[in-house]
């Protein structure tokens, strides 16, 4: 009886605490769920200084455009000091901070001054469609818009707006879109060292800021993390009279995730297969010819710069590879019986990776150009008679990993 006593004079003091503990955390809840949105100070900032030249002209000039700069700077900070809690973990967020201030030492900004004022909006009322590309784009051209595909997949294969198809060399980060709507930005790693082919690996995605639909959005996938959400964890954006401009979904969680962005008509399919990321796209040409003379690199557009282009037909000295070639080529054509470009591909990655598993890039670059092109004519592309420019280098680097993998068979 007395130890039990003592046990009741022990425990019981601790129930006010543990009620006003769970009190505390249910206050800090919407806390810490509160989403950080730094993405909409950087897209804010950028559209402040959009106008703005870059200098030159008289004296005068210079100065107003450096006051206009140091008035969106200052809005900058305030927006960021705003998302100071919610964004606290996020390095996005840290780092804009530390540029803010660099970039205020740097344009000998004072801290204390006017500030941007914000772009207005378009004048006039906003139609319920708005926000729904195609019906917008029905109402006002009385037809369906064309829809153009891009796909990135492979060792590494690019399928043009154009339908030109390239195998290319590039490493490091490359634009694959940059108009007034999407940025899509590839980087590409040498497969098994410099001797190989590059590869996707990560991929990186921004819906910009369009005032009347979203918020500037980032979405980023690499090598086996390809989130189904957005970077600050949202799998929807810009909801307005009952539509979400963008959404998030995936059937095979960690492999496969589509984002429709229908404020621009587009779908965007990111896929890993084997050891490498791939990205098929569906757009309105309007929205990708929608960009300036200064985004002159755009690999969906234009393909790989000629200097970094490889021959997929099988080089020359291919022909000797036996029996790595004839083993490719057999297992491709049971997963791709008609003879086009991701036939082409299959081989192509089979023969300088060795693993059976890059096959299946190009099996599913076809499955999502027979799903995003409406004319089935189309889907199959026959590949040209020759290659184009040809980086010897690249080519005699290529055929050593070719033969490196043959003589380790």
Not at 173 to 195: F, H, K, V
Request: hydrophobic share 40%; glycine share 6%.
């Amino acid at each position: 009886m007395e130890s039990q006593a003592v046990l009741r004079v022990v425990l019981l003091p601790w129930k006010p605490c543990i009620h006003l503990t769970l009190l505390l955390v249910q206050l800090s809840l919407p806390e810490v769920r509160a989403s950080c949105h730094i993405l909409r100070c950087n897209s804010e900032f950028v559209a402040a200084t959009f106008d703005l030249s870059s200098g030159g002209g008289s004296a005068v000039s210079r100065e107003v455009v450096n006051a206009g700069y140091c008035s969106a700077l200052r809005t900058y900070a305030i927006c960021t000091k705003k998302m100071a809690r919610p964004c606290r973990g996020d390095l996005a967020y840290h780092s804009a901070v530390q540029g803010i201030e660099d970039l205020l030492i740097q344009h000998h900004c004072p801290r204390v001054g006017p500030t941007a004022q914000p772009r207005p909006l378009p004048q006039g009322t906003l139609s319920a469609d708005t926000c729904l590309y195609e019906k917008s784009f029905y109402s006002r051209e009385g037809r369906l818009p064309e829809f153009l595909h891009c796909s990135v997949f492979g060792d590494l294969h690019i399928r043009t707006f154009d339908n030109d198809f390239h195998t290319c060399a590039v490493q490091g980060a490359w634009p694959l879109i940059d108009n007034e709507y999407l940025y899509i930005q590839a980087t590409t790693s040498p497969a098994r060292g410099e001797a190989y082919p590059t590869v996707l690996t990560k991929i990186t995605v921004i819906f910009k800021n369009w005032r009347q639909c979203i918020d500037q959005q980032l979405y980023q996938a690499e090598l086996d993390n390809v989130p189904a959400a957005f970077a600050d964890g949202s799998v929807w954006s810009g909801e307005r009279r009952g539509h979400r401009s963008l959404t998030v979904r995936t059937e095979s969680p960690g492999r496969h995730t589509e984002i429709r962005a229908v404020h621009i008509g587009t779908l965007v399919v990111v896929r890993q297969s084997g050891r490498s990321l791939s990205l098929s796209i569906r757009s309105p040409r309007e929205i990708v010819d929608a960009f300036g003379p200064d985004h002159d690199l755009q690999l969906c557009m234009w393909g790989c710069p000629a200097s970094q282009k490889l021959n997929t037909l099988r080089p020359p000295l291919l022909n000797s590879l036996a029996p790595a070639a004839v083993s490719a080529e057999d297992h491709c054509a049971l997963l791709l019986p008609a003879q086009d470009v991701y036939y082409q591909a299959c081989v192509f990655d089979l023969i300088t990776s060795g693993d059976l598993n890059s096959s299946m890039a190009a099996v599913s670059a076809l499955q999502d150009a027979r799903n995003m092109i409406s004319n089935k004519e189309r889907v199959h592309l026959l590949p040209a008679s020759h290659a184009g420019n040809t980086n010897p280098c690249v080519m005699l680097l290529l055929l050593l990993g070719m033969l490196g993998v043959v003589g380790g068979a």
